[in-house]
């Protein structure tokens, strides 16, 4: 997958593994899900923005863990004749991502992954709106989630 990583702020930072397994975790969704070729931006950011864009676009005045923007949902034009599609927008919190590791007993690493799994699988057109639909949500981030080897530390 072509995936573009950015802060927000731009002073913002992570170790460069993580780095590196957020591009692998991207890879590996875009493999099973035959979206290789696809184009991914994925923003790490803090409380402070993404609770702006929380309230912006869902009008939920509170910060929250991951947001997905899917370009499929947009009222974007379709891009007709291109050899790739373009998935959308995940934007992490990593201060939110902290807390939960530390709340959930996991590494902040396991935290990131799995937010991003969770976004990916929203652009992908996965929700938890329903019983019936979290538990198909919940069984695919397990088996990603597995895939990447990435379990409960």
């Not at 923007?69 to 991502?97: H, K, N, Q, T, Y």
Request: net charge negative; proline share 1%.
């Amino acid at each position: 997958m072509n995936t573009t990583i950015s802060f927000e702020p731009d002073t913002l930072t992570i170790e460069d593994s993580l780095f590196e397994e957020i591009l692998r975790a991207a890879n590996v969704v875009g493999e099973i899900y035959g979206v290789e070729n696809a184009e991914l931006s994925i923003t790490l950011t803090d409380d402070q923005h993404i609770h702006a864009l929380n309230k912006k676009f869902r009008g939920v005045d509170r910060a929250t863990d991951v947001l997905s923007f899917a370009f499929r949902e947009s009222d974007e034009p379709e891009v007709i004749g291109a050899d790739f599609e373009v998935l959308g927008d995940v934007i992490i919190s990593l201060e939110r991502a902290k807390v939960q590791a530390e709340d959930f007993g996991h590494s902040f690493r396991r935290e990131i992954i799995f937010l991003e799994v969770h976004g990916l699988l929203h652009l992908l057109g996965y929700d938890h709106i329903d019983d019936d639909e979290r538990q198909e949500m919940e069984a695919e981030q397990r088996f990603i989630m597995d895939k990447l080897k990435i379990l409960r530390e």
